[in-house]
C-alpha cells in the first residue's frame, strides 16, 4: 500500500469516539520513516535538513547521521504534502495549510476549497495549488492572502510548480495537458506560455545554469527546457516509466538523476549527454522523493517503502553507494516480542521478508538483522535483492542466555522446508538450517520455542511432528510420539523454565504434556475446538491456550487442570500476552479489540479498540510498555502502562461494557499536548505550572479501627524536613580562598611608656560590640497565612484546613514558617501551643501519619528549648508523648503480625 494507515477493509472502525484505556495510555510509535510523499530538503549554513511525512505528523531529519531533530505535532487528518524553507515548514491536510517551526505549529492558511496537493515557499511568499485548479499566493509575515488564480482544468490542468533562478517575482507552472506558462505573481499575469510536449508534466525543477529548468514528463522523458529562447536542449528517456523526480548536482560536477515508478534511479552525464550509471533497486517500489544536497554529492531518496536513503557519489564511474538510512518495515509485522531483560529491545519480523531490531530508547539502533551479501547476489544474478530473502516469519523465538556465545533466535517461514537460526549479538543470519526428519512426508516448522538454557530449539510442524534440535551444533536432538505427537498441525509449543515438560496445543482440539528428557507423553487434554495459540509463563507455570472458538483458557501446568475460561471476543484470536508477574493475560482480535483479564479473580478489567486490528503483541519484561502491531500499517505502536505512574482502580468490568476506539499512539506530540506551551514556558522561566485540580475520592479517613493512613504526598516534601540545614551546607558552593590583608610598614602603636599595638576589629570581643545593639525585627512582622490559619483553626478547634494547607507548602517554607512560631522568631507562647494542640487532633484522627510525624520531628527539633519555659506547653508535650506512643505501639503490632504470617507462608510445607 503507499500509505500504510490510508487503507479501508472489512473491519476498519471509523473514529468516531475516542476515549482512553484504563490501563494503557499512547506512548509513541517507532519503525516509521517516511511514506508516498515526497520529501522536503533544505541547508541552512553548513548543515542540510530533510522533512518527511509520516501520516498525520512529519519528521525532520539532520542529514549528517539522520539523526531525528523535531517531530511535527499530530493533525486531525493526513499530510498530502511538505515544503521545507530554512528552519520552517510547511505542511497541508486536504484544504488547510500550516507552518511549523522546530516542531510546533505557527500559523495557518485557509481559504482553499480542495486538497493541496503542491506547496513552494517564495521569498517572501508561499504558493499553494489545490486539487480544484486553484493557485493562492500567501504572504508568510502577514499571514494572508496575497494573490489568486484560477485555471479552467479542460484546458491547463496545474500538476508542478517552479521558480526559474533570476526570474523575479516568477514562478513555471506545468501542466496536464504537457504545456508550460510563466507567471508574475506580483502583477498575477501570464508572461508566456510554452507549447512543451504530448505528455503530462509531472516535474519541473530549476538546474545549476540560468534560464535552463529540468522538466520530467509522465511518458518517461527527461527534457532540459531553456525558457529564454524557448528551446530543448537536451532530451533523455527513462524506460521504467513515469518520471516520479529529477534532481541537478549542485557541486560543480553536471549531473542529473531522475526516479521512477520501478524503484529504479538514472543518473545523467550531461557533459556527454548519456546516461552515467543507474542504481536499481534503490527502493522497494516507487521512489517519490529525491533531492540532491545543496553543494554536496550527496543524494537523499525516499518512497513509500518506509525508507529514506543518502547516497554519495565517490564511484570512478560515476554512480554511487548508499551511505546511510533509516528504515522500518516495508510491509506489515507479523510478530513482535520483546528479547531485552530490560525491556528496550524489540524484535519484530514482517511480511516484507525481514527480522528487524528496535531500540526503544534510541532510534538510531533499530537495524535489520542481515541474511547475507544479497546485494551482491543480486547484481550478479540480475535479479531484485527481495526475491533472494528468505520468505516472510511466520513464528520465531528467542532467548538471550547464550546471545554471546551461539544463535540465539529461531524462524520459521512461509512455505519454507526449513527453520532457520540467527545472531542475535552479530545481527546476522546464523549458519544452522534446522530440517525435519520427515521432509518427505510435506512436513513444514509452522511454531518454534527455545528452552530457558538456550540449548535447544522445539520446533511444531504442520504435519503434527515436534522435532529438537540443538542450537549450538545445530543437530537432529529427538522427536516426542510415535508416528507423530499430533494428528493435525501444531499450532503453540512451550517449554518449562527446567526443561522437564514440553506443552504443545494442535489444530486436532488436544493440549498435551510430554517428557523432555523421555520424549513421552505424560497427559493429554481435549478441548472443545481447535487451538490457535498458546503462550507459557514460565515463572508461574501458567500456559494460555487460544482457541478457534473465541475463548481463551488458561491451565495450571503443575495440576494440568484448566483454572480459567475467558469469553468475549467476537472474530478469531491473534495473540496473547501474559504480564511479568502473570497477574494479567492481554488477548488481541480480529474484532479489532484489546483485552486485559485479571487471572486471580478472572475477570475482564480493561478492554479498548482500535483503529484496526493488532495481529500481534507483546508485554515488556519491566511491565512498562505494550507494543502492538496492526493490520495493512508498518509501525509498532508502545502504550505506556498507567498502573505504574498514578492511582489505578481495577474494579471488574460490567457485562454490559461497550468499549470505544482509542487512537493508536503517533511518532510526536498530540494536538492537545502541544497546547501546553504555557507550562513549558513557566518551567522554562523557573516556575512550576499550575496542575488542574482533579476531583478524586476522600481515601484520608482509615478504613477501621486500629489502622492509620498516610498522607501520599511525595517522600522529599517530608523525609529530609530535619535536615534541611545539613543540606544546605551541603549543597553550599565551596568559597574562592580570600587574599590576606597586606600589613602595613610601620604598625600603629598606642602612646605610652610601654609599646601596645592599636587594637584591630578582630581582638574586639563580640559581646562588647553587638550584645546590646541586637532588635528582633520578627516582632514587627505582620501575621502570614500559616499563621493566621493556625489562629482561626485554634479558635474553631477545626484543623483540617491547616493541614491542608501545609501540604500545599515547600519543605522550605515549612521550616520557615515553624521558625517563626517561637519567641525568637516573632511568635509567642501561645501560638507554640496552638501548634502542639494541632498536632495532638491529628494524630488522633490517624491520618496522614507520616506527615505528621515529619511535623512533630522539626517542631521538636526548633524550639526544644522554649517547651520548659510554660508548665502548659510540658503538659501538651506529655500528651503528644502518650499518643504518639500509643499510635506506634497499635502500628507495630499489626505489623509483627503481618510479618509473622508472612514468614509462615514462605516456609510452610503445602
Known amino acids: 500500500t503507499d500509505y500504510p494507515r490510508g487503507v479501508n477493509y472489512p473491519g476498519r472502525w471509523k473514529m468516531t469516539s475516542i476515549s482512553t484505556s484504563q490501563l494503557f495510555c499512547p506512548f509513541r ?150 504545456q508550460l506558462q510563466l507567471w508574475n505573481i506580483r502583477t498575477c499575469k501570464l508572461v508566456y506560455t510554452f507549447h512543451g510536449w504530448a505528455s503530462p508534466v509531472l516535474v519541473a525543477v530549476q538546474s545549476p545554469a540560468v534560464d535552463v529548468v529540468g522538466i520530467g514528463l509522465e511518458c518517461g522523458a527527461v527534457v532540459l527546457h531553456n525558457l529564454r529562447y524557448d528551446e530543448t536542449v537536451m532530451r533523455f528517456h527513462q524506460e521504467w516509466g513515469p518520471v516520479t523526480g529529477l534532481s541537478f548536482r549542485t557541486d560543480g560536477i553536471s549531473t542529473l538523476a531522475s526516479a521512477s515508478p520501478l524503484g529504479h534511479i538514472a543518473v545523467w552525464d550531461l557533459d556527454n549527454r548519456r546516461l552515467g550509471a ?111 530473502k528468505l520468505p516472510p516469519i511466520i513464528d520465531f523465538a528467542s532467548e538471550i542466555s547464550r546471545v554471546h556465545d551461539w544463535d540465539s533466535v529461531v524462524t520459521c517461514h512461509s512455505g519454507h522446508d526449513s527453520a532457520r537460526s540467527w545472531h542475535l549479538f552479530k545481527s546476522t543470519i546464523g549458519k544452522h538450517v534446522l530440517q525435519s526428519k520427515h521432509l518427505e512426508q510435506g512436513a513444514r516448522p509452522q511454531c518454534v520455542t527455545i528452552t530457558s538454557c538456550g540449548n535447544f530449539a522445539v520446533i511444531g510442524m504442520t504435519t503434527g511432528h515436534i522435532e529438537i534440535f540443538n542450537m549450538q551444533s545445530g543437530l537432529h536432538r529427538g522427536e516426542f510420539g510415535k508416528p507423530q505427537a499430533h494428528s493435525g498441525p501444531v499450532r503453540g509449543i512451550a517449554v518449562d523454565a527446567l ?158 461494557y461497550t468499549p470505544t476506539v482509542v487512537e493508536l499512539p503517533t511518532t510526536g506530540p498530540s494536538d492537545d499536548e502541544g497546547k501546553g506551551e504555557d507550562a513549558g514556558a513557566q518551567k522554562a522561566a523557573g516556575e512550576e505550572p499550575q496542575a488542574k485540580p482533579t476531583e478524586q475520592e476522600d481515601h484520608s479517613t482509615p478504613l477501621c479501627e486500629g489502622l492509620v493512613t498516610l498522607s501520599t504526598l511525595p517522600k522529599s516534601r517530608w523525609h529530609n524536613l530535619s535536615q534541611l540545614e545539613v543540606i544546605k551546607q551541603r549543597n553550599k558552593p565551596v568559597e574562592p580562598p580570600k587574599p590576606v590583608k597586606p600589613a602595613p610598614f610601620f604598625l600603629p602603636t598606642l602612646p605610652g611608656l610601654e609599646p601596645k599595638f592599636v587594637p584591630t576589629e578582630d581582638d574586639i570581643p563580640e559581646s562588647e560590640t553587638s550584645a546590646s545593639r541586637i532588635l528582633n525585627l520578627g516582632k514587627l512582622q505582620p501575621m502570614t497565612e500559616f499563621q493566621k490559619c493556625l489562629q482561626q483553626c485554634s479558635v474553631n478547634q477545626q484543623f483540617a484546613p491547616l493541614m491542608s494547607l501545609l501540604k500545599t507548602m515547600t519543605p522550605v517554607a515549612v521550616d520557615s514558617e515553624f521558625r517563626s512560631l517561637g519567641p525568637e522568631g516573632g511568635g509567642s507562647v501561645e501560638q507554640l501551643a496552638s501548634f502542639m494542640r494541632f498536632l495532638l487532633e491529628w494524630l488522633r484522627t490517624r491520618r496522614d501519619f507520616e506527615l505528621t510525624e515529619a511535623y512533630l520531628e522539626l517542631f521538636l527539633k526548633l524550639h526544644t528549648s522554649a517547651l520548659p519555659l510554660s508548665s502548659e506547653l510540658a503538659g501538651l508535650i506529655e500528651e503528644l508523648l502518650a499518643e504518639h506512643q500509643k499510635t506506634w505501639k497499635r502500628i507495630q503490632t499489626n505489623l509483627n503480625m503481618s510479618a509473622c504470617i508472612l514468614g509462615y507462608c514462605k516456609s510452610a510445607t503445602v
Open 29 to 178: 510509535a517507532i519503525g516509521l520513516c517516511s511514506n508516498h510523499i515526497p520529501l522536503a530538503a533544505d541547508s541552512r549554513g553548513a548543515e542540510s535538513f530533510i522533512a518527511t511525512a509520516i501520516g498525520r505528523a512529519f519528521h525532520v531529519y539532520l542529514c549528517e547521521k539522520l539523526r531525528l531533530l523535531f517531530v511535527g505535532t499530530l493533525q486531525p487528518h493526513p499530510l498530502q504534502c511538505l515544503a521545507l524553507e530554512g528552519s520552517t515548514v510547511f505542511a497541508s491536510y486536504e484544504s488547510v495549510i500550516k507552518s511549523f517551526v522546530r516542531g510546533k505549529e505557527r500559523s495557518t492558511y485557509l481559504g482553499h476549497e480542495g486538497s493541496v496537493h503542491t506547496l513552494l515557499p517564495f521569498g517572501e511568499h508561499l504558493v499553494s495549488i489545490d486539487s480544484e485548479n486553484n493557485l493562492k499566493i500567501w504572504d508568510i509575515g502577514k499571514r494572508e492572502l496575497y494573490g489568486e488564480l484560477y485555471f479552467d482544468p479542460s484546458s491547463f490542468q496545474v500538476t508542478c510548480v517552479a521558480h526559474p533562478s533570476t526570474y523575479l517575482n516568477k514562478i513555471l507552472l506545468g501542466s496536464r495537458q504537457g
Open 278 to 388: 543507474v542504481l536499481r533497486d534503490a527502493h522497494n517500489g516507487a521512489v517519490t522523493g529525491m533531492q540532491f544536497l545543496q553543494s554536496q554529492p550527496l543524494l537523499v531518496t525516499s518512497g513509500p517503502d518506509n525508507t529514506l536513503k543518502v547516497w554519495i557519489f565517490d564511484q570512478s564511474d560515476g554512480s554511487a553507494r548508499l551511505l546511510r538510512s533509516r528504515c522500518g518495515h516495508s510491509a506489515p509485522p507479523t510478530k513482535i516480542r520483546f528479547f531485552s531483560k530490560g525491556g528496550l529491545g524489540l524484535l519484530s519480523a514482517g511480511l516484507d521478508n525481514s527480522l528487524r531490531s528496535f531500540a526503544i530508547n534510541k532510534d538510531a539502533m533499530n537495524t535489520e538483522l542481515s541474511q547475507g551479501s544479497l546485494a551482491k547476489m543480486s547484481r550478479k544474478r540480475g535479479v531484485k535483492v527481495e526475491s533472494l
Open 499 to 656: 526443561n522437564m515438560e514440553v506443552f504443545s496445543g494442535s489444530s486436532d482440539s488436544t493440549v498435551k504434556f510430554w517428557s523432555f528428557h523421555a520424549k513421552t507423553l505424560l497427559h493429554s487434554l481435549t478441548l472443545e475446538s481447535p487451538v490457535a495459540a498458546i503462550v507459557y509463563h514460565r515463572e508461574s507455570s501458567m500456559l494460555a491456550v487460544a482457541c478457534d472458538n473465541f475463548v481463551v483458557l488458561i491451565m495450571d501446568t503443575d495440576t494440568r487442570r484448566i483454572v480459567r475460561t475467558f469469553s468475549g471476543h467476537s472474530n478469531r484470536i491473534t495473540d496473547l500476552a501474559f504480564s511479568p508477574d502473570a497477574r494479567w493475560l492481554i488477548s488481541s482480535g480480529m474484532d479489532c479489540s484489546i483485552r486485559t483479564w485479571d487471572l486471580p479473580t478472572g475477570r475482564l478489567i480493561d478492554c479498548f479498540l482500535s483503529e484496526s486490528p493488532a495481529t500481534t503483541l507483546a508485554f515488556s519484561p519491566t511491565a512498562d510498555f505494550l507494543a502492538t502491531a496492526h493490520v495493512d500499517d508498518l509501525g509498532v505502536y508502545l502504550w505506556s502502562n498507567k498502573t505504574l505512574f498514578s492511582h489505578v482502580s481495577l474494579r471488574p468490568l460490567p457485562p454490559d
